[in-house]
C-alpha cells in the first residue's frame, strides 16, 4: 500500500492548519509549506518555511521524498482593491501568490506525484460572485478555477485529479480580522460561517478514492450563500 503524503501550503493557520491537522489525525504524512512556521508538533508533519512562489526551495526541500499523494494549494492572500486603490504591487503580490504561487507549487510537486494522487487547488465564492472591494482578488481566484480545469486536463494522462474548493465565509483569524464574520453569518441561509475542519474534511474527501472520477471541478462551499 502507497503511505500517504500530503503537501499542504498556507498550514501556519486558518484552513491550512486545520487541513494539515486533519490528514495527521487520518495518518497522512504531511509536508507544510508557510512563510511562517507552523505550530504543528506531530512525528509526521515536517513544515518548509518559505515563500510558495520559491520553486527552488521548494525543490530543493522536497529531494528526498518518494513520492506525494496530494497536493493541497490553500495559501493564499486578499487585500481588498477597488479601481481607485489598486497598485501594480498589489496586483502582482495577489496574482503572484494565489495563482503564480499554486501554479509554481504544482510545478514542483507533478514528478512526485503518483498514479491515482490528487492536486485540490483553494478558489472562493469570490470567483464566481461580486464581492465588493475585491477587485483584484476575485479575478486571481476566477483564474484559479480556469487553471483547475486546464490541469485537470493536462494531468488526467497521468492519472492525476486535479479539483478545486471555493470556500464562502470561514472562522479563520483572517476572515475575523476583517469585522464582518459576525454580519456575514446572518446572510448564508444555514445561519453561520463554516469551521476550517469542514473545508479540511472535503479536501481530505477529494483526495480519497471516493473522488477517484472526479476532476475539473470546483466545489462551492458557502453554506448556500453562493449557488451556480
Known amino acids: 500500500m502507497t503511505t500517504k503524503n500530503a503537501l499542504v501550503t498556507g498550514t501556519s493557520s486558518g484552513m491550512g492548519l486545520a487541513t494539515a491537522e486533519y490528514l495527521l489525525a487520518q495518518g497522512w504524512n504531511v509536508i507544510g509549506v508557510d512563510i511562517n ?114 490541469l485537470a486536463l493536462e494531468l488526467a494522462p497521468m492519472k492525476i485529479r486535479v479539483n478545486a474548493i471555493a470556500p464562502g465565509w470561514v472562522s479563520t483569524p ?7 464574520m459576525a454580519a456575514a453569518a446572518h446572510s448564508i441561509p444555514l445561519g453561520r460561517v463554516a469551521q476550517p475542519e469542514e473545508i479540511a474534511a472535503w479536501v481530505h474527501l477529494l483526495g480519497s478514492d471516493l473522488a477517484s472520477f472526479m476532476s475539473g471541478e470546483t466545489i462551492v462551499l458557502s453554506g448556500g450563500d453562493v449557488m451556480r
Open 37 to 150: 512556521a507552523t505550530d504543528i508538533s506531530h512525528e509526521n508533519f515536517r513544515c518548509i518555511v518559505t515563500d510558495i512562489t520559491n520553486q527552488e526551495v521548494l525543490t530543493a526541500e522536497l529531494k528526498e521524498i518518494e513520492h506525494l499523494t496530494l497536493v493541497a494549494n490553500i495559501a493564499g492572500v486578499f487585500p481588498p482593491s477597488t479601481l481607485d486603490t489598486m497598485t501594480f504591487e498589489q496586483y502582482r503580490r495577489i496574482f503572484d501568490v494565489n495563482v503564480w504561487g499554486t501554479l509554481a507549487v504544482i510545478a514542483v510537486a507533478r514528478p512526485l506525484l503518483v498514479e491515482g494522487s490528487a492536486i485540490v487547488n483553494f478558489a472562493s465564492v469570490d470567483a464566481f460572485t461580486v464581492s465588493p472591494g475585491q477587485l483584484l482578488y476575485g479575478a486571481s481566484k476566477a483564474a484559479v478555477v480556469m487553471l483547475t480545469k486546464e
Open 174 to 180: 483572517s476572515n475575523a480580522a476583517t469585522g464582518r
